[in-house]
Nanobody, 118 residues
Framework: QVQLVESGGGLVQAGGSLRLSCAASGSTFSFNAMGWYRQAPGKQRELVAA???????TYGDAIKGRFTISTDNAKNTVYLQMNGLKPEDTAVYYC????????????WGQGTQVTVSS
């Protein structure tokens, strides 16, 4: 059974940095795409950043230029380096991975809280 485990969240002051990690276990395959989403209280879950197996990267408009996504394919791990954090970045950050064969399988992590104080 595939599990995604996030780590690296916490409390940071505005302007600070955090690095999130998401390690996948239980899979015998590489994912077609991995990425990060976030959900703030009272808001819908939104894309932060995603990377597909070809190397194409997509960033959400709110974080462009501040966050960087990267992967270690050998470890089935995806990272999110977050710099220049703002109070509006406060949210639960979720790791997402997908694999497409004859159908698409989507996996989510349990989420990690990121809180940015002003």
């Amino acid at each position: 059974q595939v599990q995604l485990v996030e780590s690296g969240g916490g409390l940071v002051q505005a302007g600070g940095s955090l690095r999130l990690s998401c390690a996948a276990s239980g899979s015998t395959f590489s994912f077609n795409a991995m990425g990060w989403y976030r959900q703030a209280p009272g808001k819908q879950r939104e894309l932060v950043a995603a990377i597909i197996s070809t190397g194409t990267i997509t960033y959400g408009d709110a974080i462009k230029g501040r966050f960087t996504i990267s992967t270690d394919n050998a470890k089935n791990t995806v990272y999110l380096q977050m710099n220049g954090l703002k109070p509006e970045d406060t949210a639960v950050y979720y790791c997402r991975a997908s694999k497409t064969t004859t159908q698409t399988y989507i996996y989510w992590g349990q989420g990690t809280q990121v809180t940015v104080s002003s």
